[in-house]
C-alpha cells in the first residue's frame, strides 16, 4: 500500500456504478471524472436520482465502483481490503447523513465521543477533545442533552463534531440540511464553511439547495450519472 502526498485529496477517476443487471441495470454512475483539491469545500448538486449518494459512497469507500478508479488521500481504493476500507473510514473520513444518525440513548458529548472510544483514546484526551469540539459547534451548553432533547440543527451540530472527532481529512455530508428549515440549513452550512477553514479539512457535501451552494469553493452537478461542465 503506497501513499503519496499530494494537493488533490479525492480523485474521481471514469467511474461507473450499476446496480442490477441485463434490461433493469440501472447506470447510476456513467462515467464520472474529478478532483476535490485539498482544502476546499466542494458542493456536488443534481436531481434526485442523479447518482450523488451512489458518488459519495464510492469516495467513502461504502461501495466499490464497477469501474473507474477512487483516489482518497493519495490512497487507491482498489488496494484495501476491508479491514484496509475500514480503518480509512475510521481514521481520515467523516461522515455527515441528512438524518444525523445519532444515537439516542447517548447525549451529545458521548455521542462526539464515540469515534474516539472505538479508537480507544485515553478517556482524559477523549473528553478534552469532545468539549473542544462541542464548542466549536456552538454547543458547549447542551453536552448533556440526548438527541431528542435538541432541535434538529443542534443535532446536526453534533453529528458534525462527532465527523470531526478523528481529525479526518475528508469530511462527506450527503445533504446534511435535507431536514432543516433554510435558516437552520444555512447556518449548519455556515458551520461546515467554517470548520472547513479552521480544522483544515476538505469537504465533499451534497446538496439540493441552490442557496447553499454560494458557500461552496466549487460546485459540481451531476445529471443521469454524469459530471455536467459548467
Ligand atoms: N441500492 C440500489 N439498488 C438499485 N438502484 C439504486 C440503489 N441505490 C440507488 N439506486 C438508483 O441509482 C440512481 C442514483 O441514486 P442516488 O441515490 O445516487 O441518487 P441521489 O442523487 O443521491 O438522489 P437523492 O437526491 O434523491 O438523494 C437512482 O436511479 C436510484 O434509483
Ligand atoms: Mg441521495
Redesign the pocket.
Known sequence: MSQVVTDTMVRVENVHRS??AGAAA?H??RGVSFDVPRGELVALK????????????LVGGLDAPDEGRVTVDGLDLSTLDESGLLGLRRDRIGFVFQSFGLIPILTAAENVGVPLRLRRADPREREERVDLLLSLVGLADHAAQRPGELSGGQQQRVAIARALANNPSLLIA??PTGQLDAETGIAVMELLRAVVRSERVTALV?T?DATLLGLADRVLE?SD?EIVEH
Open positions: 446496480y442490477g440501472v447510476a454512475l443534481g436531481r434526485s436520482g442523479s447518482g450523488k449518494t451512489t458518488l459519495l459512497n450527503d445533504e451534497a439540493h451531476l450519472g
